[in-house]
């Protein structure tokens, strides 16, 4: 009796070990990405005003790791080789912190240590890849609303990138939506940038 236990018990083991095997081998290979690809400079400033983030929200179907594809039908789908290493937020965040010094600006957390020149808050309307007769475009929507003494400003900005490759190419799709939330990003600190200098 104790024989057969062992038997079984050796068994279970060998079979379990050639499953773990088996979907392995089956399972794709997921590789991670990051939005952020560029390094960190700090240029020379004669003055660094101080830009509180209150923070950055997405909507539902894009604060996920997975990449997101939708077609002219709305059908939503999901990259099979490739995933974000971090929800958007929190990349187009960190994006958004680095990208800042090169414009001479400071973009703080809360707590504030001290009072911030400005406040910023950021929602990600849309971030996919868009599918339309066989043709591919990489997307950002972005709402922001900034908040200064003077006053509150809101606007919307939308970055695309046609993706020129004949059918689905996952690598050259993460590109460009690195270089769409780029674009966003820039775009955004160059109109904070434009609105503190004509107050002065």
Known sequence: MKK???LVCCFSVLFSGCLNLNLKQMLP???????NTTGFTTPTCSQV???GLVGIQSADLYDTKQIVFKNAQGQVYYAKHTKFIDLP???LKNMLLLQAAKHCLFVSRPPHITTPYATIKLDILSLAILEQNGQYQAQLVLDYSL???S???YRRI???QTITAKESDEILEIKALQHVSLKAITEILEQIKNLDETKH
Request: glycine share 8%.
């Open 4 to 6: 057969h236990i062992g």
């Open 29 to 35: 290979d997921v590789k991670d990405y990051d939005l």
């Open 49 to 51: 005003h101080d830009i």
């Open 89 to 91: 937020k929190n990349m």
């Open 147 to 149: 908040n200064t003494p």
């Open 151 to 153: 006053g509150s400003q």
């Open 158 to 160: 939308t970055q695309s």
